[in-house]
């Protein structure tokens, strides 16, 4: 079943303009296990967000299980008036993905993007995620069984499993399933990120789209850190639609900003304290939230500045929300105050 070229990514496209007016690439944030909730997507949209937010990566399976459906819910959460995010979802068999993504529409949801390139054991063991480079004929039966949504589907893999080279026949197969995108994490499930990603490797990707499936558009993730190094790449090689940052969002909450430039701390704190509240607001209105996964967040918003590490340390060793704050309100004053000096 192919696809026409969707309104959605379409528009996407065309509303990718640069501060001149001229057409750019679009950028993404790339989905990531208990980080792209609805809470930090709203975080990085008050910092300057990118064109397309993703969900977490939320299991298909468990999304038609009567029972299990309630524990994902979660995952596919979406605030009101907060930009609606692509749905990824992942699994191994067609019956789970064409009726996960069937269900999407109801939620809101207006298009759906196939894992099948997370590296985790657990999912591999499942035969999903990286697992299904090794088994192209099942990739193949679960973007035709999204594509019976209705929805614009696309996929998001690496280059290969164990070698590099893989990649040649890999992606050949996904380009031909004809998706609407084709998001490429430029290193292999073996390689992890572990080795710089195969920046040497995009014109020739660009050249097999161009050959087998032109209206795919292509995105690049790995190694890319902020909207300037996407742009330089994107220049560096034409051709190539799409960039799609993740970790370096966790490195700078400010990675999609078009102009560098130096935040103070009190727009850090901020927010930190918007993290706070937010958090709050989901575990009461929408799920329960693990306290401890917010302190992964402490170092992004709370480096470069004197006492900085010590301030960290507090902060791992609270147990609620409450206590952030007060230490925030305790000790940030006057770190603010020096520096404005």
């Known amino acids: 079943?192919?696809?026409?070229?969707?309104?959605?990514?379409?528009?996407?496209?065309?509303?990718?303009?640069?501060?001149?007016?001229?057409?750019?690439?679009?950028?993404?944030m790339a989905p990531m296990e208990a980080?792209?909730?609805t809470i930090f997507r709203r975080?990085?949209?008050?910092?300057?967000?990118?064109?397309?937010?993703?969900?977490?990566?939320t299991n298909a399976a468990?999304?038609?299980?009567?029972?299990?459906?309630?524990?994902?819910?979660?995952?596919?959460?979406v605030a009101p008036g907060e930009q609606m995010p692509i749905a990824q979802i992942?699994?191994?068999?067609?019956?789970?993905?064409?009726?996960?993504?069937?269900?999407?529409?109801?939620?809101?949801?207006?298009?759906?993007?196939?894992n099948m390139g997370c590296p985790d054991g657990t999912v591999i063991k499942n035969s999903s995620g990286s697992d299904l480079i090794r088994h192209p004929d099942t990739a193949v039966e679960l973007i035709a069984a999204a594509k019976e949504s209705g929805?614009?589907?696309?996929?998001?893999?690496?280059?290969?499993?164990?070698?590099?080279?893989?990649?040649?026949?890999?992606?050949?197969?996904?380009?031909?399933q004809d998706v609407q995108v084709l998001t490429i994490h430029l290193r292999t499930r073996k390689e992890m990120s572990k080795v710089d990603a195969h920046f040497e490797l995009i014109d020739d990707i660009i050249a097999m789209r161009d050959r087998i499936s032109p209206n795919t558009?292509?995105?690049?993730?790995?190694?890319?850190?902020?909207?300037?190094?996407?742009?330089?790449?994107?220049?560096?090689?034409?051709?190539?639609?799409?960039?799609?940052?993740?970790?370096?969002?966790?490195?700078?909450?400010y990675a999609f900003n078009h102009e560098e430039t130096e935040h103070t701390l009190a727009e850090s704190i901020?927010?930190?304290?918007?993290?706070?509240?937010?958090?709050?607001?989901?575990?009461?209105?929408?799920?329960?939230?693990?306290?401890?996964?917010?302190?992964?967040?402490?170092?992004?918003?709370?480096?470069g500045f004197a006492h900085a590490s010590q301030l960290r340390q507090m902060l791992m060793e609270t147990h609620a929300t409450d206590e952030v704050r007060a230490i925030l309100d305790e000790h940030v004053g006057d770190l603010v105050k020096n520096e404005d000096r």
Do not use: C
């Not at 589907?153 to 996904?174: A, C, M, P, Q």
């Open 1 to 28: 079943m192919r696809q026409a070229k969707s309104a959605y990514w379409q528009n996407i496209v065309d509303s990718a303009k640069d501060e001149q007016g001229n057409p750019r690439p679009f950028f993404s």
């Open 151 to 176: 929805l614009p589907v696309s996929v998001k893999t690496r280059l290969g499993f164990n070698k590099v080279e893989e990649y040649h026949d890999w992606l050949e197969t996904i380009f031909k």
């Open 270 to 303: 901020d927010l930190l304290k918007l993290q706070l509240d937010l958090f709050d607001e989901v575990t009461k209105t929408v799920t329960p939230k693990h306290f401890e996964a917010l302190k992964r967040y402490f170092k992004i918003y709370l480096r």
């Open 35 to 37: 980080v792209t909730d």
């Open 217 to 253: 558009l292509l995105q690049l993730n790995g190694d890319i850190k902020n909207y300037k190094q996407g742009m330089e790449i994107a220049a560096a090689h034409p051709g190539v639609d799409g960039i799609m940052i993740g970790r370096g969002v966790l490195e700078d909450p």
């Open 62 to 77: 468990s999304m038609v299980h009567p029972e299990a459906k309630f524990s994902i819910q979660g995952r596919l959460a």
């Open 90 to 114: 992942w699994g191994s068999k067609a019956e789970a993905i064409g009726g996960a993504a069937k269900l999407l529409p109801e939620m809101g949801y207006e298009a759906v993007d196939i």
């Open 43 to 57: 975080v990085v949209a008050k910092a300057g967000g990118p064109d397309v937010y993703y969900t977490e990566f």
